[in-house]
């Protein structure tokens, strides 16, 4: 018997519900309340989320940001900052002691991107784990020079004839894995290369011509575009093939929904938050 997870999908939110929502359900899971989760999102408006370390003044062009009419917020979880704009964006809250998770982060890293590995291969993609081979990719990832998320493949990243095509972050509090990451399904390179700051145009330009060796969307891979439905189908089915579960659609309670917006407000649509040195 597979197990059965609870599925979720909440459709397009704003930034700070997206992140108090994924919040939430690992706060609820860590109280017993409800079992592991998987949630497929969108967001509106498109949004630049950026890791947890990130300093905002450094990094980001705040300018670009507001010009393109894009949401802005920091997420709970490491890594750098990701255009969530033609993506199909998931999560996965589940105990760290569940028995399928290993104790590692990269190995339940591992485990968890199965559901999204299996996903890519239904539609027709030909994914693969990269594994850091010599000394100089490992110490490549322990060099995060670039604020921009998809620039360098990491343990386990899951990737397509050599480029990342999804990029995935983790955190761990209260016995509780929050995974949740990005499924793009087309990119807007200059748009998202203006979000951020350089040292100078030569660099910047350096940097999104090496973007498009290291990365790539699922739409640039495919003879026929991939529609949103199309990718949600695909996923849920990786997820249950991926992980050996059998997902059941949830809808949250009022209750629950109050509880989340309670969160957004008094976090994620916080300046001291968001833009905290």
Same mark, same amino acid.
């Given at each position: 018997?597979n %197990? ?7 459709g397009n939110?704003?930034?700070?519900y997206n992140?108090?929502?994924d ?5 609820w ?5 409800i ?6 999102y ?7 989320s950026i890791?947890?370390?990130q300093?905002?003044e450094?990094? *980001?062009?705040?300018?670009a ?9 920091r997420r709970?979880?490491?890594?750098r900052g ?5 993506e199909l964006t998931?999560?996965v809250v589940?105990?760290e002691?569940h028995p ?8 339940a890293?591992? *485990? ?5 590995? %299996? ?7 030909d994914?693969?784990f990269a594994?850091p081979r010599?000394?100089e990719e490992k110490?490549?990832l322990k060099?995060p020079r670039?604020?921009?998320c998809?620039?360098?493949p990491?343990?386990?990243e899951l *990737? ?6 999804a990029g ?5 509090q209260?016995?509780?894995?929050l ?8 990119i807007d390179?200059?748009?998202?290369f203006d ?8 660099v910047?330009?350096?940097?999104q011509?090496?973007?498009k060796?290291?990365a790539?969307?699922?739409?640039a891979?495919?003879?026929?575009p991939l529609t949103?439905d199309e990718?949600?189908q695909a996923?849920h ?11 059941e659609?949830?809808t949250?309670t009022a209750?629950?929904?109050? %509880? *989340?917006?309670e969160?957004a407000?008094?976090?994620y649509e916080?300046d001291?938050w968001?833009?905290r040195k």
């Amino acid at each position: 018997m597979n %197990e059965t997870w609870r599925f979720i999908d909440s459709g397009n939110c704003s930034p700070a519900y997206n992140m108090a929502l994924d919040e939430a359900l690992l706060e609820w899971h860590s109280k017993g309340k409800i079992p592991p989760t998987i949630r497929f999102y969108g967001w509106d408006p498109a949004t630049l989320s950026i890791g947890y370390f990130q300093k905002v003044e450094k990094e *980001v062009n705040m300018e670009a940001v507001k010009q393109y009419g894009l949401g802005f917020v920091r997420r709970p979880t490491g890594g750098r900052g990701v255009l969530h704009d033609q993506e199909l964006t998931y999560s996965v809250v589940v105990s760290e002691k569940h028995p399928a998770m290993p104790a590692t982060v990269t190995e339940a890293y591992r *485990v968890i991107s199965e559901g999204i590995l %299996e996903g890519f291969k239904k539609v027709g993609l030909d994914a693969y784990f990269a594994v850091p081979r010599t000394d100089e990719e490992k110490n490549a990832l322990k060099n995060p020079r670039s604020a921009v998320c998809f620039d360098a493949p990491s343990w386990y990243e899951l *990737v397509v004839e050599g480029r990342k095509v999804a990029g995935s972050a983790q955190t761990r509090q209260k016995g509780v894995i929050l995974q949740h990451g990005s499924i793009i399904l087309d990119i807007d390179e200059d748009k998202l290369f203006d979000l951020f700051n350089y040292p100078s145009d030569r660099v910047r330009e350096r940097m999104q011509r090496n973007f498009k060796n290291k990365a790539v969307a699922i739409n640039a891979l495919r003879e026929t575009p991939l529609t949103m439905d199309e990718a949600k189908q695909a996923f849920h089915y990786g997820f249950e093939k991926g992980l050996n579960i059998t997902l059941e659609p949830y809808t949250l309670t009022a209750e629950e929904d109050a %509880e *989340v917006w309670e969160i957004a407000k008094t976090r994620y649509e916080q300046d001291s938050w968001n833009y905290r040195k």
